[in-house]
């Protein structure tokens, strides 16, 4: 089992800045990708941000390409989503997903953080 805890969410006005953070404890292994996803309530599910394993890789949803950045420290299997000029369409609760190797899918899910943008 893996479990993940997002924190970092909160409320921010329009053209502000936050960072998601999110830890990932249990049986984690030493390569896997981790993303972020976010849904706004009375929408799908949309993809944010996706890092490789080894960080070296990293994938946009064309809604925050130039405005947000995801990263890791594997040492301390975190990781993170910077969020710049933030929107009010921006506001969702954020999920971090963790994809184990080998794994087609995102396996594990953290419970969310909610992020709030205000105009």
């Known amino acids: 089992q893996v479990q993940l805890v997002e924190s970092g969410g909160g409320v921010v006005q329009a053209g502000g800045s936050l960072r998601l953070s999110c830890a990932a404890s249990?049986?984690?292994?030493?390569?896997?990708?981790m993303a972020w996803f976010r849904q706004a309530p009375g929408k799908e599910r949309e993809f944010v941000a996706r890092i490789s394993g080894t960080g070296g890789f990293t994938y946009y949803g064309d809604p925050v390409k130039g405005r947000f950045t995801i990263s890791r420290d594997n040492a301390k299997n975190m990781v993170y989503l910077q969020m710049n000029s933030l929107k009010r369409e921006d506001t969702a609760a954020y999920y971090c997903?963790?994809?184990?190797?080998?794994?087609?899918?995102?396996?594990?899910w953290g419970q969310g953080t909610q992020v709030t943008v205000s105009s």
């Open positions: 249990g049986r984690t292994t030493s390569s896997y990708a």
């Open positions: 997903a963790y994809q184990p190797m080998g794994s087609p899918h995102y396996d594990y």
